[in-house]
């Protein structure tokens, strides 16, 4: 068969990173990264996704057939509309309009003259993380959960996971298109409240800021922690990352945090063992390089939670594809929609 290439994408809130992808998944020349700049318009949006995809072909020096573009959002891939989308748009007398019903998929295509299929980021990332990560290409359902500013969610499964005929791998999309939202499942109801405007969803326990809340609290109740040196007493300062390497070298205050995060954490992973069955459940995002600090308390609870049989054959593990994955599931997904 002849290699055929597309151009991965992954429209973030911050950065956009595009690069052309071989029928093996791999990179073609350079990947590119230049600011989205997500809240500056449509405009604006749409010119930083078609110089990082045009500078992605040119680096590559090959023929590029079509792009698959991972967005944050509800997305509407039939249609080419993005439904929904908060973290990106534009300020109107000092409001921020996010995106809603805006046709992505037919501006793009006229701009790079490529053909464009559009995703969910998460969903995108689940697909690369089952093709070219833990998953093999070959897992029987896949489940993954990428931990970051927000906690996104997707599901893959094959055809021998499901009855009846089916071809796959198959990505669990939904009625409307717009699952699997796996951040925003209850584990404490009215609990916290998160940007989508619920209240006990795992993304308000173990999103980025959340992490960072927690251990900040600590610290101002004033407990004993090497991060205070390590952040130069600037509270403000205190990140994920830091709160890794501090727990790594011993430090009990940071060990707590990670240890009470995962317990919510496990406790929406034994739901997801107990409604999808995966053989494979990973972790990823840049939270998931807190690595066993986060995982083991989260694997602990989670064996409270699911059902003794599907948790024996799960296994949890933090993802491979850490960076890449929604690029490449983008262009999985691009490879897939076109019968590459």
Same mark, same amino acid.
């Given at each position: 068969? %002849?290699?055929?290439?597309?151009?991965?994408?992954? =429209?973030?809130?911050?950065? !956009?990173?595009?690069?052309?992808?071989?029928?093996?998944? +791999?990179?073609?020349?350079?990947?590119?990264?230049?600011? %989205?700049?997500?809240?500056?318009?449509?405009?604006?949006?749409?010119?930083?996704?078609?110089?990082? $995809?045009?500078?992605? !072909?040119? *680096?590559?020096?090959?023929?590029?057939?079509?792009?698959?573009?991972?967005?944050?959002?509800?997305?509407?891939?039939?249609?080419?509309?993005?439904?929904?989308?908060?973290?990106?748009?534009?300020?109107?007398?000092?409001?921020?309009? &996010?995106? +809603?019903?805006?046709?992505?998929?037919?501006?793009?295509?006229?701009?790079?003259?490529?053909? !464009?299929?559009?995703?969910?980021? /998460?969903?995108?990332?689940?697909?690369?993380? &089952?093709? &070219?990560? *833990?998953?093999?290409?070959?897992?029987?359902?896949?489940?993954?959960?990428?931990?970051?500013?927000?906690?996104?969610?997707?599901?893959?499964? *094959?055809?021998?996971?499901?009855?009846?005929?089916?071809?796959?791998?198959?990505?669990?999309?939904?009625?409307?298109?717009?699952?699997?939202?796996?951040?925003?499942?209850?584990?404490?109801?009215?609990?916290?409240?998160?940007?989508?405007?619920?209240?006990?969803?795992?993304? /308000? &326990?173990?999103?980025?800021?959340?992490?960072?809340? #927690?251990?900040?609290? +600590?610290?101002?109740?004033?407990?004993?922690?090497?991060?205070?040196?390590?952040?130069?007493?600037?509270?403000?300062?205190?990140?994920?990352?830091?709160?890794?390497?501090?727990?790594?070298?011993?430090?009990?205050?940071?060990?707590?945090?990670?240890?009470?995060?995962?317990?919510?954490?496990?406790?929406?992973?034994? %739901?997801?063992?107990?409604?999808? /069955?995966?053989?494979? =459940?990973?972790?990823?995002?840049?939270?998931?390089?807190?690595?066993?600090?986060?995982?083991?308390?989260?694997?602990?609870?989670?064996?409270?939670?699911?059902?003794?049989?599907?948790?024996?054959?799960?296994? $949890?593990?933090?993802?491979?594809?850490?960076?890449?994955?929604?690029?490449?599931?983008?262009?999985?997904? /691009? #490879?897939?929609?076109?019968?590459?």
């Amino acid at each position: 068969m %002849s290699q055929k290439y597309v151009v991965g994408v992954d =429209l973030g809130g911050t950065n !956009v990173r595009a690069a052309v992808v071989d029928t093996d998944g +791999k990179v073609v020349g350079e990947r590119i990264e230049r600011p %989205s700049q997500a809240q500056d318009g449509t405009d604006a949006i749409l010119e930083a996704l078609t110089g990082a $995809i045009g500078e992605s !072909v040119r *680096s590559s020096k090959v023929e590029a057939t079509s792009v698959g573009l991972a967005v944050p959002g509800h997305i509407d891939n039939a249609a080419g509309i993005v439904r929904w989308a908060p973290n990106f748009g534009s300020s109107v007398d000092g409001v921020f309009q &996010y995106w +809603k019903d805006v046709p992505l998929g037919d501006k793009l295509r006229s701009l790079t003259g490529l053909s !464009v299929v559009m995703g969910n980021d /998460a969903n995108c990332a689940a697909l690369g993380e &089952y093709h &070219y990560g *833990s998953g093999h290409g070959s897992a029987a359902c896949l489940v993954l959960l990428t931990i970051g500013t927000g906690i996104g969610g997707g599901v893959v499964m *094959s055809p021998q996971s499901v009855d009846g005929k089916a071809s796959g791998p198959l990505l669990l999309l939904g009625g409307n298109k717009g699952g699997a939202e796996l951040g925003h499942v209850t584990v404490a109801h009215g609990g916290l409240d998160c940007n989508a405007g619920t209240y006990g969803a795992v993304e /308000a &326990y173990c999103q980025r800021d959340s992490i960072v809340r #927690r251990a900040q609290h +600590k610290m101002r109740r004033g407990r004993a922690t090497m991060v205070t040196d390590m952040v130069q007493g600037d509270v403000a300062a205190v990140t994920p990352k830091v709160l890794g390497e501090a727990a790594d070298q011993g430090d009990a205050m940071s060990q707590e945090v990670w240890r009470e995060v995962g317990v919510y954490l496990g406790a929406a992973i034994g %739901s997801f063992i107990n409604i999808f /069955a995966p053989d494979v =459940l990973a972790i990823g995002g840049q939270i998931s390089k807190a690595g066993r600090w986060l995982l083991d308390p989260a694997i602990a609870e989670a064996r409270n939670v699911a059902i003794p049989s599907l948790f024996a054959d799960c296994h $949890i593990l933090e993802a491979v594809q850490t960076d890449d994955a929604g690029l490449l599931g983008a262009a999985a997904l /691009a #490879r897939q929609g076109f019968g590459d």
